[in-house]
């Protein structure tokens, strides 16, 4: 049985925790549109190039797109790049929804996410609003890593969420599924848990789970 002490606040991933993601969609989509090494740019947990510099909010959503469409020749407008980006991004299991709204009742919920400017905005309309849901009914706030200027592994991530949630990093728990982000939080002393791809993440809501 998977026990935690002493917990206060709960830290979620946001992509292959709570949004299921498939990667070859997005490579496939930008292959028709004529971006044909998209495919060493994309990883489920840290992506390279002009992709993680949009995540670091090292440039700005016009400046990657601008630079997108030089690299795909078949892209006729914006919308086709921002299709190909967000065709990364599946569901959100209603369940995990009615979760976070669940555990917020107990906790203090909050998202800490590799994402960006485009990202975001799509899966808060598309996943959250779409099924009844906002937000700030999920989560007590949101650290994202283009606001933060800094992006998971990076220690400075933590380092920030800390210092602005005022709180001692073992009365956190944080779930992640990408191990080196596990191994940084832990390194801060923050409690963990590596979730499994698709994995239901309702013994969050048994009792004995906290004891």
């Not at 925790?17 to 969609?25: F, G, P, R, S």
């Not at 906002?134 to 994202?144: A, G």
């Not at 606001?147 to 998971?152: D, G, H, I, P």
């Amino acid at each position: 049985m998977k026990q935690f002490r002493n917990i206060s606040t709960l830290i979620f991933d946001l992509g292959g925790v709570l949004i299921n993601l498939e990667k070859n969609n997005c490579i496939k989509a930008f292959h028709q549109l004529g971006f044909k090494d998209i495919e060493n740019y994309l990883d489920n947990f840290q992506h390279k190039g002009i992709f993680i510099a949009l995540e670091k909010g090292e440039v700005s959503t016009e400046e990657f797109i601008t630079t997108l469409r030089a690299a795909c020749p078949q892209a006729h407008s914006d919308s086709q790049i921002t299709e190909a980006w967000c065709a990364y991004l599946l569901d959100i299991p209603v369940a995990k929804l009615q979760l976070l709204v669940e555990l917020r009742k107990q906790f203090r919920v909050i998202m800490l996410s590799n994402t960006n400017g485009i990202h975001f905005p799509f899966i808060s309309s598309t996943q959250f609003e779409a099924q009844g849901y906002t937000i700030q009914q999920c989560f007590d706030k949101c650290y994202l890593s283009h606001e933060l200027k800094t992006a998971k592994p990076e220690g400075l991530v933590f380092e920030k969420l800390l210092a602005s949630e005022g709180i001692e990093a073992s009365h956190c728990l944080f779930l992640d599924d990408g191990l080196k982000n596990i191994q940084k939080a832990s390194q801060y002393g923050i409690q963990t848990y590596h979730v499994a791809e698709r994995e239901d993440l309702s013994f969050l809501l048994n009792h004995n789970t906290w004891k």
